[in-house]
């Protein structure tokens, strides 16, 4: 059958229903099938699908089913950032790419990086705590629940073996327990170097559970995730103890770097910080105080191919804003959940490729962790960029003007 031929074949089977989307034939490239596909939906639905068929990436690389094409989103670039970490130093200016729709986001981001930059740079630590994946188990009660974690804690080395023997870059680091009732959950940490390990960490604990936890114990694994990982969920067992990576971040401003280019003042900015983070959060039950973390985060996490809904996790994070007298500022911001990676997922599309070398990121070219410490350093300064920006515009009530200007 001619090749033209055999792909209307396909697409005639879609339009009249005798198979799936998902069940096109593997002799079909992934374009191909992205074609077929796309033809029939618009003989189906009558909306034309040309822009969403013309993109530049490798389709192959896509961790897509169904795959049609690709929605574009803009990109911008904040900076140049200084960051004093320990995989960048202020030496080296950083251009950061954003992805969003939002008006005024970067000019805003933009903004606080030149205030930082004045500064000398924002001073960022990261705490590589690790990625983390929960199972939950079904006992009998108290006596079966107790007899099994003493039984896992004797046995936490076969575990260990177990978890790390497919994998250079997996590490079991500890396994944390929890229980209630006839429920029992275990908070296996890991660390995954470079790849953000959610995957790693899912297949490790997989195989310890079907080949030695649960024939072991004789307790069954109700689920291989019990929330209590927890993974694309604000949690306080992540608040508290850390997931991914733990980012601080913080600079101390002048009174001239306040007036001058944030265009405000120490006073009012600590009044917002007081009224809105702080009170504002509490009434509101929130997890977290930041003005909003989360629009950096969403933007920097589609820029760079990180798994985008681990924002709902990432956004709880803290906010500071302190007077030193003055006129005289400290700013920091804190990030306790925050999943990165730069290998794996959408981090291997050419585009966020891009985006990633942009950075100084080029994978396998510096020792394992080294590059995703680097993407953490250069968020948290970024994030602490954003949040010093926005407040001082609501301190001086430029927010709005803002956004009329450049947002709609």
């Known amino acids: ?33 992205s074609r077929v ?3 029939a939906l618009q003989r189906i639905t009558g909306s034309p699908l040309g822009m969403i068929g013309d993109y530049t990436f490798d389709a192959q690389r896509a961790k897509c089913e169904n795959f049609i094409g690709a929605i574009q989103i803009p990109v911008g670039v904040a900076g140049p950032l200084l960051v004093n970490g320990r995989a960048i130093t202020a030496r080296e200016p950083v251009y950061a790419p954003l992805a969003t729709t939002e008006g005024a986001l970067i000019a805003s981001v933009s903004r606080g990086c030149s205030a930082l930059r004045a500064a000398g740079g924002a001073v960022v630590r990261v705490d590589d705590v690790g990625i983390t994946r929960a199972p939950v188990f079904r006992s009998s009660g108290i ?23 497919d994998s250079h870059h997996l590490t079991l680091q500890d396994i944390a327990p929890a229980a209630v009732g006839c429920t029992i959950y275990l908070r296996f940490r890991f660390n995954s170097a470079d790849a953000m390990g959610m995957n790693m960490a899912s297949i490790a604990c997989d195989r310890a559970i079907t080949e030695l936890i649960s024939p072991a114990t004789g307790v069954p694994c109700i689920s291989i995730s019990g929330n209590y990982c927890t993974d694309k969920k604000p949690a306080m067992v992540n608040f508290l103890n850390g997931r991914g990576k733990r980012i601080y971040a913080e600079a101390c401003l002048s009174s001239d770097i306040v007036r001058d280019i944030l265009k405000t003042d120490a006073a009012s900015l600590c009044e917002v910080q ?11 039950g929130a997890i977290g105080c930041n003005a909003h973390h989360a629009n950096i985060l969403a933007a920097f996490f589609i820029a760079t191919g990180q798994d985008v809904a681990q924002v709902a996790e990432s956004a709880m994070g803290i906010t500071c804003i302190e007077d030193r007298g003055n006129g005289a500022l400290y700013a920091s911001i804190l990030l306790p959940d925050t999943p990165l990676g730069t290998v794996g997922g959408g981090t291997g599309l050419c585009t966020q490729r891009e985006a990633l070398a942009l950075m100084g990121i080029v994978p396998g070219a510096k020792a394992p962790g080294v590059d995703t410490l680097r993407l953490a350093e250069i968020l948290g300064a970024l994030v602490l960029a954003g949040e010093l920006s926005i407040m001082a515009a609501q301190a001086s009530h430029h927010l709005v003007q803002a956004h009329v200007q450049l947002g709609r």
């Not at 974690?149 to 046995?155: D, E, F, K, N």
């Not at 575990?159 to 790390?164: F, N, P, S, V, Y």
């Open 1 to 33: 059958m001619p090749h033209t031929q055999f792909r209307t074949h396909w697409t005639e089977a879609l339009v009249k229903g005798e198979i799936g989307l998902h069940q096109l034939p593997a002799t079909l490239s992934r374009k191909e099938a």
């Open 274 to 284: 007081y009224r809105k983070n702080l009170l504002g959060s509490a009434m509101a």
């Open 37 to 39: 596909r796309r033809e």
């Open 143 to 165: 006596i079966q629940t107790q007899a099994f974690l003493a039984w896992v804690q004797t046995h936490f080395d076969e575990i260990k073996q177990l978890c790390e023997q």
